[in-house]
């Protein structure tokens, strides 16, 4: 039994899922070898859900650019951070785990194809937050 802020926070992720959600396809993968060779995991099996994706801008700034008594240089890393966000019903209903190397496909774009970096531990309300990155073209 839950919580009164767990209902809440179940009836706000409806409402996210409903409104910013899109079809995903997940093509689960084996884990490369020291060959580099890889391939689909047939023994998970492929799973279009609804997730929601987002690839927001950010900063990091490179640390190490100080000389001596010289003032810290202005130096920063820009890029994207990329992640899919599935709700705890659609994790349970893949019924196996992801895992690093995992691609996501969106279907709904064109070329759009990721492959999971790091799968975050399941909150305590079950939804998962998967850090992405774009997919090499040599995978």
């Known amino acids: ?75 920063a890393f820009s890029g994207y951070e990329t992640r899919l966000w599935l709700s705890a019903e659609v994790h349970a209903s893949l019924g196996y785990a992801l895992r690093e190397g995992d691609i996501i496909v969106l279907t709904g774009r064109a070329g759009q194809r990721w492959q999971i970096v790091k799968p975050g531990p399941p909150t305590d309300l079950g939804d998962i937050t998967l850090a992405l990155a774009g997919e090499s073209e040599a995978a």
Do not use: C, W, Y
Request: aromatic share 6%; no cysteine; proline share 8%.
């Open 1 to 75: 039994m839950g919580s009164p802020f767990d209902a809440a926070a179940r009836a706000a992720n409806a409402v996210q899922v409903a409104v910013f959600g899109e079809p995903v396809q997940i093509l689960p993968q084996v884990a490369r070898n020291r060959h580099g060779l890889g391939g689909a995991d047939n023994t998970r099996p492929i799973r279009t859900v609804v997730g929601v994706f987002t690839k927001a801008p950010g900063d990091e700034p490179i640390e190490g650019t100080r000389r001596g008594s010289e003032a810290r240089g202005f130096t």
